[in-house]
């Protein structure tokens, strides 16, 4: 059984084609996860049938928890409310964790609308996929509950979820990027700027991996 959980927080324009796309693809249950939404998301949810609506505190992580929480399948994909997820999406998570090698699986990094900087962008994002095994957010995590539970979720503010909980599970298996591209609104590139914004995220996880690092010489335990 798959379960797909979907965090919105005002997040009306976008919510309509998401859920279309994940409840067109086959997914077993649907959980949107609002974050406190003063406008339409929550209405927007409920005029399907199939997708479950509930509430959390605010914050992408703990809305995430929760849903995993409130949810049933043993296959577990995180879908941002801006996301489309492609054609086919469920056969493709069940062929991926039927291979037990892999902890967590992601799609290919799409920007919505055709321009050349957002080309070179996802290119970028691909060879960061290839060479790390590194995958954010915004390109629909899936994994097995088992796997989920393992590593105690996401972690709550401020750290980044989503790199935390790749370093997290890949210390138990692979990560697979599969082809099928994920379709994620340009929204924060076109507000602020396609190379600010790419910057911005590579500031983000650089800072990350600072905090994180160990002191000079290591740890003793």
């Known amino acids: ?36 939404s003063d406008d339409g998301s929550t209405n927007v949810a409920r005029r399907y049938e199939r997708v479950r609506t509930i509430g959390a505190p605010r914050g992408r992580a703990l809305q995430m928890n929760a849903g995993a929480a409130a949810s049933s399948g043993e296959f577990l994909l995180f879908c941002h409310a801006d996301t489309v997820l492609p054609d086919g999406y469920a056969d493709a998570v069940r062929q991926t964790l039927a291979d037990n090698r892999v ?78 591209p994920a379709l994620t609104s340009d929204r924060a590139w076109r507000e602020n700027g396609a190379l600010r914004q790419t910057l911005r995220n590579y500031a983000r996880a650089l800072r990350h991996a600072l905090a994180a690092a160990p002191p000079a010489g290591g740890t003793r335990g």
């Open 103 to 180: 902890t967590l699986g992601a799609f290919r990094f799409r920007l919505a609308e055709n321009r050349a900087a957002y080309r070179a962008i996802e290119f970028g994002v691909a060879l960061r996929c290839a060479l790390l095994g590194m995958p954010y957010g915004d390109q629909a995590f899936f994994c097995r509950r088992a796997d989920f539970d393992r590593v105690g979720g996401f972690a709550p503010p401020p750290a980044l979820e989503d790199i935390c909980f790749v370093r997290a599970i890949k210390r138990f298996g692979t990560v697979r990027i599969l082809p099928l």
């Open 1 to 36: 059984m798959l379960s797909v959980i979907v965090p919105a927080l005002n997040e009306e324009s976008c919510l309509k084609a998401c859920l279309e796309a994940i409840l067109r693809g086959g997914a077993d249950e649907i959980v949107v996860v609002d974050g406190g």
